[in-house]
């Protein structure tokens, strides 16, 4: 079983994708941990109702973003996690703890990387009239969503489309990748060749 923790800053609709296909046996993994920067997120509040353990550390109680970045390494290593999952986590980590976990964290990111990182992606990719849009999940490394690719799903982009009505799109999509990649990963499925992410075929 792999050892998981949760980042999450918001509602944290991907952390539930992941534990219900958890539940239902399709991820031969468990999710130690949850960790909120958010006191208010939602995803504190959905790992509450599913008896996971969960944690509000507030970066601004830390002087330094090392020192708060060192606690997360702590509570991490006391409960023995394999893999950092960033399900809407809205924190650069630095390279500080990037490097500690070096090919251990994984991210999902409302559009079609390499295409509008950053914020506010589905408003970018209404804004600059895209007809194809989506999620990517990708291997975090020390750039703002830059690493390695390890799965993506298009959708299409309506021309009525507000950004909001395209970020619901997108994110039914996301409930189906980040499970599915959190699975390759669990499986053992997944080697990393520089850049390229190759997935290994199912034994049988
Ligand atoms: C998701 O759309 C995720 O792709 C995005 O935040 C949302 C979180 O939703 N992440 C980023 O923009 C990261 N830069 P959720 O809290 O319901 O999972």
Do not use: W
């Not at 050892?3 to 993994?29: E, Y």
């Not at 509450?48 to 830390?62: A, N, Y």
């Not at 409930?175 to 075929?201: S, T």
């Amino acid at each position: 079983m792999l050892k998981i923790a949760v980042f999450a800053s918001g509602r944290g609709s991907n952390f539930q994708s992941i534990i219900d296909n958890i539940k239902s046996g399709d991820i031969p993994a468990e999710i130690k941990l949850l960790i909120s920067d958010r006191q208010d997120a939602g995803a504190l509040k959905r790992a509450e109702h599913e008896g996971i353990e969960h944690l509000f550390i507030d970066p601004d109680h830390f002087e330094t973003k090392a020192d708060y970045e060192e606690e997360l390494i702590g509570l991490l290593e006391n409960d023995g996690v394999e893999l950092v999952v960033l399900a809407g986590y809205m924190r650069i980590l630095s390279p500080l703890f990037v490097k500690h976990f070096q090919n251990q964290i994984i991210n999902i990111h409302p559009s079609l990387l390499p295409a509008f990182k950053g914020l506010d992606s589905q408003k970018q990719a209404v804004d600059y009239g895209v007809k194809y849009s989506g999620c990517t999940v990708h291997f975090v490394d020390q750039g703002m969503d830059t690493g390695p690719i390890i799965k993506q799903a298009v959708v299409e982009v309506k021309a009525e489309d507000s950004a909001d009505d395209l970020a619901a799109r997108i994110l039914k999509e996301e409930h189906k990748i980040y499970p599915e990649a959190v699975k390759l990963i669990a499986e053992g499925r997944i080697k990393i060749e520089g850049r390229k992410v190759k997935i290994l075929k199912e034994e049988k």
